[in-house]
């Protein structure tokens, strides 16, 4: 802090320059001019002062006369101060404000004011034609070319004359529904005929356009060739959270993801594709240089599981889709199982009879399993017999197809009926050691056409394998698939 004297400033200010000697003249004050006129007189003197002489009074008169001033133009306390409301429109008024307000039209506001035609308009005795017509026409389902041509305008001779162009061009077939017509229209000499075709262009085929033009010998096809590229579309990138997502995401159609999942569940059980897997699928794929893209099926489907991969390749043979793996060999079709997983405790031949204690022919495998490990059907079947069966203790018999029979020992407890069909892995009955037995085993038996076999002896799987030439060029196509690399955007 400061004092103003301490820096002999005593005189510093805006208002005043002293120090300087340069004191510009400064008009007086009203207050300054009433008090030099009436120098008695003081509207505003102090009230704690000199209380009951004549500035006094004076003083104390004003300040009641000013309270009595506000209170009288005070509106009251609590109670509102109007103020002015315009008139609510109505009729025309209100019409025309409306019409002329920013509204929503859903609140009822128009587009303007509607002006009627004056003295001064004289209506047209007739509309000048456009010189040409340009429109777009699709070809419908039905038809044909003639008749959307017919439809939009074409005179029947032009249209005859341009359906004789294309089909001499294409076969009449080869047009699909909704194929987009360019058609223009020129000028004609009255308006009760017809406008002569001028141009027709459209795309008759992925690789192929077609356009019509009038030339000096009248209608003329002109064919334009539309190069296509048919590298297949490689897709791949990683599984995550749900394999059909991820692909859809990194730009494989829906309906080749679905054929994808399909295809590889046949191999790979879809619980166990894990979401660092990596799926690869190739695609068909047409491009042609007019920029559209035109996707087909798929051809390869591929899993990378780290140590495991399935690669499996699309096949047609004969108009039957197979997948095979690129050794050829296709997918393993109704195959026995094994009814439990279990240690193989004594095979198939002669043996000693670990209870009867002398050579005889073991008829089948003995499974070891723990007690209550489900039992599942080898293959599709209708269920023979179940229950006991002397030494076999809780047996069940399946028959299946080309004289196949399958039977399975010493259960511990019966899950099926007689009679009941059963499909290949579901569960019959459950491990146990009934029977002539020395512990929890599956004694599981195979005939056919009545004689006991190895059932190690029958896959009944039919797994197609190609050969000769056909893997030949299997394999060729694998290659070239192979080589593919990855576009699209990869899913990571
Ligand atoms: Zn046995």
Redesign the pocket.
Known sequence: MFLRNDHGLEFAGSASARSFGMAAPRAPTLAETLQRRFPSFDVAPDLGAQIGSREWWCGAATCTALLAAAWMLSPGIGRPIRAAVPAALDGRDWDEARAQRFAPRALGATSGMHMAATSGVRPLADTPERPILELTATLGSGGGLAGALKRSGVGADDAARAVALVDGRIAAGELDPGTRLDITLGRRATKSQPRPLEKLAFRARFDLALELARGDAGLALKPIPIAVDHTPLRIQGRVGGSLYRAARAAGAPAKAVETYIKSLSTRVPMGRVGGNDRFDLIIERARAETGEVKLGKLLYAGLDQGKRAVRLLRWDDGGKTQWYDPKGMGERRGGMTMPVSGRLT?GFGWRVHPLLRFRRL?????IAAPSGTPIRAAADGVVARAGRNGGYGNFVKLNHVSGIATGY??MSRIAVRAGQRVRQGSVIGYVGSTGM?TGP?L???LWKNGAAVNPRSVTLASVQQLGGDDLRRFKTTYAQLMAVPAGAAKAD
């Open positions: 004594s073991h008829k089948g495998l003995d020992g010493h037995s085993h004694h599981y038996e």
